[in-house]
């Protein structure tokens, strides 16, 4: 015997949802209230401490910006956010290997979106 179901273990109104792709963890300097400094540790009196923060790169005056964000729930292709930006910013995605390269301060050019071919 088989069978083949859907399980739906929660689920959330009104949630802010991104591409999974979007979503980065950088090694960032932390200040004493466990907020990510950008600057490198070494030219910093705030910090020499680092740690791991999962967030996002926005763009912000045609240059990426890092936002460290907290995660709720994830699909296959979607991940909720639960703070750390909201609808009005542009979130940048991207290949695996773009986004791993990119930094903070990065200037980017915002590409319009290619529409995908009607069969």
């Not at 088989?2 to 932390?30: G, H, M, N, W």
């Not at 930094?103 to 069969?119: A, I, L, M, N, T």
């Amino acid at each position: 015997m088989s069978c083949t179901a859907d399980i739906t273990t929660t689920t959330r109104k009104d949630a802010l949802a991104i591409p999974i792709q979007a979503l980065v963890v950088r090694e960032l300097a932390f200040d004493v209230k466990g907020g990510p400094i950008h600057k490198d540790p070494e030219t910093t009196e705030q910090s020499k401490t680092k740690k791991e923060f999962e967030g996002i790169f926005i763009v912000q005056d045609d240059f990426a910006k890092f936002r460290a964000v907290k995660t709720g729930i994830y699909t296959e292709t979607q991940l909720e956010i639960i703070s750390g930006v909201d609808t009005s910013l542009r979130i940048i995605t991207g290949s695996y290997k773009a986004l791993r390269e990119l930094q903070h301060g990065d200037r980017v050019q915002v590409q319009k979106r290619q529409e995908s071919p009607r069969w």
